[in-house]
């Protein structure tokens, strides 16, 4: 299934989506069994399975996970495997929470400090996220060649899946974004603080050495791990994850609603008109004319976007405790 996935260019982010709900779910739930021998009350059974899990507190996790195990059924299927026709039909899934976790200021800059608390070299990507509207995947993708310090501009390229650089999620993701000062200012901290591997001591990076170890790429990204590498998703969404419990913030709270906080915040009262708030959330279709351009065209001639500064000056001028 994963290579006819491969072979009809299907984006790697959604393969490798698959690959892990087939490794880490799927198949320890399979175990040996033929695929002939599957009935629907295994497909039921998958689902308690799941829910079993303590690791999967998420319904809208689960139910991406049964689609995977509905979609590898259709495949055996039309590979005339024989099974049940209604081997996946009327499967009562757990019911999503479709209502948004909406975040505010001072929640953000808790979640800011918690991640300087858990792993500082990651803090900035809180910043990039609820003052850029930047994925995930985007952040860890960032490199020190896709900032113009001078205009205050980040030049959205590609982002990261499993450490390897990978296209963005649509054509509208690649632009030449106009941020806040405030967020270049956060950036240059970073940079200033983060900008190399974390030191070894001689005899640790002896036996680094009698182990055959690589000294990694310089490939130029804002965010690496303490070793110099990229960072993998695994890693920073089990940090996130204790971000969320230490900031104190909702249980439901993704990095994605760092996204939402972004836009919700440029369309506040006497901010930026919806369509600019469109247009720098990313959210519409480039023209055609987009990638004619080295780089694509910026978003909006001769604007300044200030709504993050006033938003966090504030609150990161208070005192912290002890």
């Given amino acids: 299934m994963i290579e006819r996935k491969r072979k009809k260019k299907k984006r790697p982010s959604t393969i490798n989506t698959y690959e892990s709900h087939l490794h880490n779910h799927i198949l320890p739930f399979a175990g040996n069994r033929l695929p002939a021998s599957l009935r629907r009350r295994d497909s039921m059974a998958f689902i308690d399975h799941l829910l079993e899990k303590p690791s999967l507190r998420s319904a809208r996790t689960i139910v991406q996970i049964f689609k995977t195990w509905r979609i590898l059924i259709h495949y055996m299927m039309d590979e005339d495997i024989p099974l049940p026709a209604n081997i996946v039909s009327r499967i009562e899934l757990p019911e999503i929470d479709n209502s948004r976790v ?126 110099g590498r990229p960072v993998q998703s695994s890693d920073f969404n089990e940090k996130w994850q204790r971000v969320v419990a230490r900031a104190g913030l909702p249980e439901r709270a993704r990095f994605h609603d760092l996204k939402s906080f972004y836009t919700s915040t440029l369309g506040g009262p006497g901010q930026h008109d919806p369509k600019t708030v469109q247009s720098l959330s990313r959210h519409a279709r480039f023209t055609e004319t987009w990638d004619t351009y080295a780089r694509p065209p910026k978003i909006a001639e001769g604007l300044t976007v200030t709504v993050f500064a006033q938003a966090f000056h504030s609150i990161l001028q208070q005192p912290t405790g002890c």
């Fill in 102 to 227: 909406s975040l505010t200021p001072t929640e953000v800059a808790a979640a800011a400090v918690a991640m300087r608390e858990i792993e500082p070299r990651y803090e900035i990507l809180v910043w990039l996220g609820a003052c850029a509207g930047l994925r995930a995947g985007e952040a860890l993708g960032l490199t020190r060649a896709c900032v113009g310090w001078q205009e205050d501009l980040l030049y959205i390229q590609e982002q990261r899946q499993r450490g390897k650089a990978a296209p963005l999620k649509t054509k509208a993701s690649y632009a030449t974004l106009p941020v806040d000062h405030f967020l270049m200012e956060q950036l240059a901290a970073h940079m200033a603080n983060f900008s190399e591997p974390e030191a070894t001591t001689h005899d640790a990076a002896r036996k680094r050495r009698a182990r055959g170890h690589v000294e990694p790429l310089d490939e130029g990204l804002i965010v690496t791990n303490r070793c």
